[in-house]
């Protein structure tokens, strides 16, 4: 290894604080470093090569390595590095919004741009709080979301967020937050009580859980339901059929907002360009981030529709929200570039086309005995581990704790494979590769899981 390589290593070490690492688990040990990355790949700081299965962080939708990005923010950097949208525009962020709104489902046209997901899910709490007050219904500001659902870490989404683990530490939260049962059917009888229900009466029924909360809430304190096309935090939880549909009627029929958050299912994760088109719904406001740019730069929005910006079309209101970097000039040529990469190349129909094949490739390790369930959609999917397939019995902490982080993270990644093994719920791997993937990758992703689950069932 070269000295520059080691004070890499020793930065990392001794300077850097990672985002949610236990650093207790670097003390006898390098911090893997990512140097490079090219295609579905990248490539660590000693040369060893790993497939991509979580595109960066759901991220990475054309690929690593595309210069014609780079290309594009060295452009604009040179021509306008910076300008905020306090009260200006400019054209980058102007022409984007533009083709933004040319391919949200119906009158979402006003785009609010952040830096990040966390920040658009920030925004859009905001909006509603500051839209009900606008028309008359100032008690309006409670939100409604789901367990264990992940909509971001800044004070307002995490107290949307319904993972406890995340939340504790940071208590009080913002008040007003909800919670209800998510999607996840394969484990529909222990949260629902109910035997035997079929995918569709699962999903009504998750859907008149959001109808009791507002009504013991108060209709006239609730301004919004947030909910992922996919939920992603607990291994990918496709919604039932159905259900988005009685969701749309349920917040019709109580005058709340209903929020989608995309930040992971927009642009081509799920083979549409927005999760809500997937699932036929439209949402009254859209979060999105990651695939906007593929992480060449960042850059998130909040995507609302057209009446909720009524009220601050007139006088002197005004919505007194903002960042410094939303809508960055660099970000926006970047995102611009990247869906005209989608466009040349067909990615959505891309997505859709390989759906089955993706499928069929993790199907296929439905035979383990640690496999319980194996769900999601487009490139977006979850395997549930088990300890007992015809039971389902789930592992308890302890075993969760020595079978993610004592055996499978490592042993995935020092396979080739970098993908999340997770316990927020119950213990799943999620795989959500670049949306350039295709058999061949699949075929890779299938093989290293099947040696490495066979390994950790044999461990147990």
């Not at 080691?6 to 670097?26: E, G, I, M, P």
């Amino acid at each position: 290894m070269t000295q520059p390589e080691n004070d890499v290593l020793k930065a990392a070490q001794d300077n850097l604080w990672l985002h949610f690492t236990r650093h207790s688990a670097y003390e006898q040990s390098e911090i893997p470093t990512i140097v490079r990355g090219e295609g579905s790949y990248v490539y660590d700081i000693h040369g060893k090569r790993y497939l991509d299965g979580l595109a960066g962080l759901f991220v990475v939708q054309v690929g690593h390595g595309r210069h014609e990005l780079a290309e594009a923010a060295a452009k604009q950097a040179q021509e306008l590095a910076f300008f905020p949208l306090w009260s200006y525009a400019h054209p980058k962020a102007a022409e984007l919004a533009q083709r933004l709104a040319s391919y949200t489902p119906g009158e979402l046209n006003r785009v609010f741009f952040t830096t990040g997901g966390g920040e658009a899910v920030e925004s859009a709490w905001k909006l509603a709080k500051q839209y009900y007050k606008l028309v008359g219904k100032p008690l309006k500001h409670k939100v409604i979301s789901r367990q264990i659902a992940y909509h971001g870490t800044p004070q307002g989404a995490l107290s949307i967020t319904g993972i406890p683990a995340f939340k504790e530490m940071f208590e009080p939260l913002v008040p007003g937050s909800v919670r209800v049962p998510n999607t996840n059917h394969y484990r529909a009888e222990e949260i629902s009580g109910v035997k035997g229900m079929t995918p569709e009466e699962y999903g009504f029924w998750a859907a008149e859980r959001v109808a009791r909360a507002i009504e013991m809430e108060g209709p006239d304190t609730v301004a919004a339901v947030f909910a992922e096309p996919v939920q992603n935090a607990g291994g990918c939880f496709p919604p039932p059929p159905g259900y988005f549909q009685r969701l749309r009627e349920i917040c019709d029929e109580y005058d709340v907002l209903l929020v989608s958050d995309e930040v992971i299912c927009a642009f081509g994760r799920l083979g549409t360009m927005f999760g809500g088109q997937k699932f036929d719904y439209v949402p009254d406001i859209i979060t999105c981030a990651k695939g906007m740019t593929s992480g060449y730069s960042p850059i998130g929005a909040m995507i609302a529709h057209e009446r909720l910006f009524e009220p601050f079309k007139n006088g002197d209101t005004m919505f007194a929200h903002g960042y410094t970097f939303g809508g960055h000039p660099v970000s926006a040529a970047v995102a611009l570039a990247n869906l005209d990469i989608f466009e040349r190349e067909d990615l959505l129909g891309h997505v859709t086309r390989n759906e089955p094949v993706f499928k069929a490739a993790l199907d296929g390790l439905r035979d383990l005995p640690i496999v319980g369930d194996v769900r999601g959609s487009g490139y977006f999917w979850g395997i549930e581990l088990v300890k007992d397939k015809a039971t389902k019995e789930t592992f308890n902490a302890e075993e969760s704790e020595r079978l993610l982080r004592g055996f499978l993270s490592k042993a995935l990644f020092d396979a080739g494979l970098y993908c999340r093994a997770d316990d927020r719920g119950d213990p799943v791997i999620q795989l959500a590769p670049p949306l350039i993937a295709g058999e061949k990758e699949f075929d890779e992703i299938s093989s290293i899981l099947r040696n490495v689950l066979t390994e950790a069932w044999a461990r147990l």
